[in-house]
């Protein structure tokens, strides 16, 4: 039974200080584990590229790379391995950033619609996109007014994009970019037919660092990082993100922006 005087409001205000400290005690552990965790695989990327670098200044030195030729072939490949620990630093750098709340929003008016015919317009021009069909679907010509920073919405496409095409299997490659427009917010889903994700995955994939094949991240080039940042940016301008698939037909990457009260401006 407990007590409604001065002691029993006094143990009540001591047992919500013991929970709170616990509480915060377990969120403190958690950080540091994640910390833990991120120089693990921030180190593991980075060793990658460094141990290839190193193997070739070593061919060269060695004199295996004997001809104009290979010495050319070896400076290639200490330029590419370069180029991956750039793009790396860079995304861990917009994300740490991002996770610590210090690159500003610059949220303003936006017809989705427009800005998104010309993402994908853009797209078409690529040259990663060749032969890749790449279509866009919804709104009917109508404005779509959210609420949303252009800059970065951008990098969500792109990283969203770069995602599909790292593993996209089939002979005829497609990617479609869907817009549903709903009273209090807009819709994004960007689609492909690539091989698809194991269901037990997908709740994963959104995390830094995570792979559903880590036999293929040197292959491919990514830095387990673009699907982490897509997730801090599109819910640091309120919207939320998710991923559906089916094994052997494909992935959808869908997320949400907040409509406006106001016409967005054309991209």
């Given at each position: 039974?407990?007590?409604?005087?001065?002691?029993?409001?006094?143990?009540?205000?001591?047992?919500?200080?013991?929970?709170?400290?616990?509480?915060?005690?377990?969120?403190?552990?958690?950080?540091?584990?994640?910390?833990?965790?991120?120089?693990?695989?921030?180190?593991?990327?980075?060793?990658?590229?460094?141990?290839?670098?190193?193997?070739?200044?070593?061919?060269?030195?060695?004199?295996?790379?004997?001809?104009?030729?290979?010495r050319e072939k070896y400076m290639r490949m200490i330029a590419k391995k370069t180029e991956e620990m750039d793009r790396l630093i860079d995304e861990l750098l917009l994300f740490s950033k991002l996770d610590l709340k210090r690159l500003p929003f610059h949220l303003e008016p936006l017809d989705l619609a427009a800005y998104l015919r010309d993402c994908v317009e853009e797209l078409r021009l690529d040259p990663r996109m060749e032969g890749i069909t790449i279509t866009f679907t919804g709104a009917h010509d109508r404005p779509v007014p959210v609420m949303a920073d252009r800059e970065k919405l951008r990098r969500v496409i792109m990283n969203i994009m770069d995602n599909s095409l790292k593993y996209m299997d089939k002979d005829q490659k497609e990617i479609r970019v869907e817009l549903f427009d709903d009273e209090s917010e807009a819709t994004v889903r960007i689609q492909d037919n690539g091989p698809g994700i194991e269901s037990a995955a997908l709740p994963q994939i959104f995390d830094r660092f995570y792979r559903a094949d880590p036999s293929r991240s040197t292959a491919t080039g990514g830095s387990g990082l673009g699907l982490a940042i897509v997730k801090q940016i599109v819910e640091g301008q309120g919207g939320r993100v998710w991923a559906e698939s089916r094994m052997g037909e494909g992935t959808s990457i869908s997320f949400t922006l907040p409509k406006s009260k106001h016409g967005g401006e054309q991209s």
């Amino acid at each position: 039974m407990k007590r409604k005087d001065e002691i029993g409001e006094l143990g009540a205000a001591f047992e919500e200080m013991r929970h709170r400290l616990s509480q915060s005690i377990r969120l403190q552990l958690q950080y540091e584990e994640n910390r833990k965790e991120l120089i693990s695989n921030i180190s593991h990327d980075l060793k990658t590229p460094i141990t290839g670098i190193k193997a070739c200044i070593e061919g060269i030195r060695d004199g295996i790379a004997d001809t104009d030729a290979k010495r050319e072939k070896y400076m290639r490949m200490i330029a590419k391995k370069t180029e991956e620990m750039d793009r790396l630093i860079d995304e861990l750098l917009l994300f740490s950033k991002l996770d610590l709340k210090r690159l500003p929003f610059h949220l303003e008016p936006l017809d989705l619609a427009a800005y998104l015919r010309d993402c994908v317009e853009e797209l078409r021009l690529d040259p990663r996109m060749e032969g890749i069909t790449i279509t866009f679907t919804g709104a009917h010509d109508r404005p779509v007014p959210v609420m949303a920073d252009r800059e970065k919405l951008r990098r969500v496409i792109m990283n969203i994009m770069d995602n599909s095409l790292k593993y996209m299997d089939k002979d005829q490659k497609e990617i479609r970019v869907e817009l549903f427009d709903d009273e209090s917010e807009a819709t994004v889903r960007i689609q492909d037919n690539g091989p698809g994700i194991e269901s037990a995955a997908l709740p994963q994939i959104f995390d830094r660092f995570y792979r559903a094949d880590p036999s293929r991240s040197t292959a491919t080039g990514g830095s387990g990082l673009g699907l982490a940042i897509v997730k801090q940016i599109v819910e640091g301008q309120g919207g939320r993100v998710w991923a559906e698939s089916r094994m052997g037909e494909g992935t959808s990457i869908s997320f949400t922006l907040p409509k406006s009260k106001h016409g967005g401006e054309q991209s």
